[in-house]
């Protein structure tokens, strides 16, 4: 029963202790991700880097 009714929060600050800092390890999380993927680009273009420096590949290739 206590599902379908939404947590009622008494202040912001238990509002922010509860849900907030969960948020923060999600972008934490995220920017991980990000420079994972970031890393594995360039080390795929460790040696071949083209001379203009795009890390991406073109569209017209």
């Known amino acids: ?3 379908i009714f939404p947590r ?3 202040s912001f600050d238990e ?3 509860s849900e ?3 948020l923060d390890h999600l972008y934490a999380s995220v920017d991980d991700m990000v420079d994972e993927m970031l890393r594995a680009e360039l080390d795929e273009d460790d ?4 001379e203009d ?3 991406f590949d073109r569209i017209d290739e």
């Open 53 to 55: 420096g795009i890390l």
């Open 1 to 3: 029963m206590a599902a």
């Open 47 to 50: 040696g071949h880097q083209q």
């Open 20 to 22: 907030l800092r969960k």
């Open 15 to 17: 509002f922010e202790r």
């Open 8 to 10: 009622v929060y008494r």
